[in-house]
């Protein structure tokens, strides 16, 4: 029995090095095979150097930033990416105090898969599946001990098939720009609640179908 355990133990000194370093070999193979790529939307930068000016939509122009994962020589890509943003404000006025707050985000993930057209182009096509959720919240205190509340949110999910190009300007850093058709199903909410009374404004669920044409820019950095 116990040279059993002895032939065990010398195998299990001999092949756990081997174990680990075959594993350590394939993770940093599986590294070495894919490639990571950031992305920003530069579209309100550029449009100020030149003078003009963006309005967003959150629903058209959800997403700011991201990334996009492939192996390397590949032609399909993992998408992620999102937006948010959060203000809060406090005024101080004659009899009333108010408070207001404004918080919104988005996030999206899904696949392109592209296609080399050359001299540094390329197209791609694919899908994101989205979620997006706006929130503003505003309370405002009279002198007289009255309280009023105004709450209104919006939220619901969201498909998008998708069409872009991009152009590679350097080995690392390239522009793109998409076209997308987005299918959203969003439920807007609104009450008002004045001293205790609570009153709904709007509480409906609406489904769209929004085109965007290619206007937001992006600029990517391989990793």
Not at 123 to 150: H, M, P, Q
């Amino acid at each position: 029995m116990k040279s059993i355990k002895s032939i065990w133990f010398v195998l299990l000194l001999v092949l756990t090095p081997r174990i680990l370093q075959a594993q350590q070999t394939k993770t940093i193979e599986l590294r070495n095979e894919l490639q990571a790529e950031i992305f920003f939307n530069v579209s309100d930068a550029l449009s100020r150097a030149t003078g003009n000016s963006i309005s967003a939509n959150f629903l058209h122009d959800p997403i700011l930033f991201g990334a996009k994962f492939l192996k390397k020589d590949g032609n399909k890509a993992l998408r992620v990416g999102g937006n948010f943003k959060f203000i809060a404000s406090e005024e101080l006025g004659f009899g009333f105090d108010r408070f207001a707050k404004d918080e919104y985000y988005s996030v999206g993930i899904g696949f392109e898969k592209r296609k080399n057209i050359g001299i540094r182009f390329e197209y791609y096509y694919g899908i994101d599946l989205r979620y997006l959720e706006f929130t503003s919240t505003s309370k405002t205190f009279g002198s007289n001990a009255s309280e009023s509340v105004f709450f209104a949110k919006q939220n619901g999910p969201g498909l998008a098939p998708l069409f872009g190009f991009k152009w590679n300007f350097s080995k690392r850093f390239a522009l793109f720009t998409e076209a997308s058709i987005s299918a959203n199903y969003i439920n807007t909410y609104r009450y008002v609640n004045n001293d205790g009374i609570k009153s709904v404004l709007e509480n409906k669920l609406e489904a769209s179908f929004l085109p965007t044409m290619p206007g937001a820019i992006f600029l990517t950095f391989e990793l």
